[in-house]
């Protein structure tokens, strides 16, 4: 139930928006990262150059935090399953969106350590919200960033702060500002409607733009990668001018409003990086 501000669109094409994978970090404004090009991209042989950062003063309780997966010996990449238990949600088979969706690759690692990072305002019964970053190559997103901003949290709101800092990690990687991440600490795994119209000024920019809710109460799903249903969804959150948590009307075309994304794939391979700037 994250109440933020989404990231502005960059208008970055797809040669220039090949951004990196971290390999290590040092505490200040540079790194060392590896560049995965073209068909190799998934494979291990790397080119190390530095990459400079803009300056981002750190707080506690951690400065910049580098979190790189083992590599196996292959790619392994599989779908994100999907409980169809829940009814605000469809197969991952059956999208309703009427576009066609570059696919998204993003690490199960990520999620899982952003819930570790996010542990001691689960345990006070307060939200955590991040957001994800990704490069574009050879048609495919690489969700390789994970920007825990400075951020005003209460059981069912995230609202984050000091959104400059940010964009200056963006824009100097080039990412695309293609998801979100979020914790309901108590609640179930779902988008409430507050998510909804946060999701909206995202997806209208990046049609792959998604938003991923981790529910650790949840027994019956912990996790959820959603998107607004397109048209009917989008249409919906379009006209809907009220604030604050408040129904929705039904869709025109009888689609839920949002659904899970079968575009989103998790790759074991995939390395990325973590700020945490609170």
């Not at 990196?20 to 790194?31: A, D, I, M, N, P």
């Not at 506690?60 to 949600?89: L, R, W």
């Not at 469809?90 to 969706?101: K, M, P």
């Not at 689609?255 to 700020?275: A, G």
Request: hydrophobic content about 30%; some cysteine.
């Amino acid at each position: 139930m994250a109440e933020r501000n989404c990231l502005s669109f960059m208008n970055i094409n797809e040669e220039n928006a090949s951004a990196s994978s971290l390999c290590s970090v040092e505490s200040g404004s540079s790194f060392c990262a590896c560049i995965f090009c073209g068909s190799n991209f998934l494979k291990t042989t790397s080119q190390c150059q530095n990459i400079t950062v803009h300056t981002v003063t750190q707080f506690s309780p951690s400065p910049v935090i580098s979190c790189t997966e083992s590599v196996p010996q292959g790619a392994n990449i599989s779908q994100i399953t999907v409980d169809t238990e829940h009814g605000q949600s469809q197969s991952s088979n059956q999208s309703t969106s009427s576009t066609v969706l570059r696919d998204v690759h993003i690490s199960a690692n990520l999620m899982e350590d952003f819930l570790g990072l996010a542990k001691d305002n689960t345990e006070k019964d307060l939200e955590t919200c991040g957001t994800l970053g990704a490069f574009l190559k050879n048609g495919t997103f690489y969700v390789t960033t994970l920007i825990i901003p400075k951020q005003e949290c209460t059981s069912n709101s995230c609202q984050a702060t000091n959104d400059e800092e940010v964009f200056s990690i963006q824009n100097e990687q080039s990412l695309f500002p293609v998801g979100w991440i979020h914790t309901h600490p108590s609640q179930k795994c779902f988008m409430s409607s507050v998510d909804l119209h946060t999701h909206y000024s995202c997806q209208v920019m990046i049609p792959e733009a998604f938003a991923v809710v981790m529910a650790p109460t949840d027994t019956s799903r912990s996790y959820g990668i959603f998107r607004l249903s397109d048209p009917g969804g989008m249409s919906v959150l379009k006209e809907c001018q009220e604030q604050g948590f408040h129904p929705h009307k039904e869709t025109t075309d009888g689609s839920p409003i949002y659904e899970h994304c079968s575009n989103v794939y998790t790759n074991s391979n995939l390395r990325f990086e973590i700020f945490d700037l609170r």
